[in-house]
């Protein structure tokens, strides 16, 4: 058995008995683990409130290469991102982050994912009101491009043809990207506006402004981003904290 210490977040904790909870973790040197916090409901529990879903700390684990389940001996709490739940916005963006990780982040060290979500729920705890949607959906994508998924939108994914820089685009999420004006009319392709394909590209590249969206745009572009995870990650599974934060499951119809 192998004593390891790595920068971890808790992405998701599930009581396991009486006494114990099983935590997954987004560790960023052993990648996204599972781990026993045993005896952690107790009252004089040595983690005390430390297991908080999307805490930021250091882990200790006792790893067992034979077992794909751990033994969390310590987590020392650096961060919680309390500012998270001022509103439902924020914390269903960053619910969407963590199933992320949950779902598609490797099982191996991939330190460049794990950094991506802890500057994506930093920003989006201190994101002004008016571009929390767009923080969201920067660090989400940013996420995506980190696994290889990253779409193309400056020349056609099918046959390489160069696109103007600006202007509308014809964008496929079948086919990851951008489609020249030949391929998009044999393709089922959304349409995006100039300024909406503005948008996308400033979401894609961070050194870009961030984008300021209303409600309306807001809500295209979550559903332009969960259809293509869907699509090119998910295998088209259901995935709730994305369809919550999708569709803002929390407002009335």
Known sequence: MAVVTTPAIILSALRYSET??????ATRDHGVQSAIAKGALRPRSRFGAALQLLSEGVATLHVRDTRELHTLAAFD???????LAADLERYS?????????LRFAPPDPHPESFDLLLEGLSALESAPPGLTAATGLRALWQLVASLGFAPATDVCVRDGTPLPPDGPLAFSTRDGGALCAACASAADATRLPAEGRAALEAMLDPSLPMPALDDLHARAHRRLLARFIRFHL??????PALQFWERRTWEPA
């Open 20 to 25: 114990s909870k099983i935590v997954r973790l």
């Open 77 to 83: 709490v650096g961060r919680v991102h309390i500012a």
């Open 93 to 101: 963006a960053a619910m969407a982050l963590a199933e992320f990780m």
């Open 234 to 239: 998910g295998d088209n599974a259901e995935l």
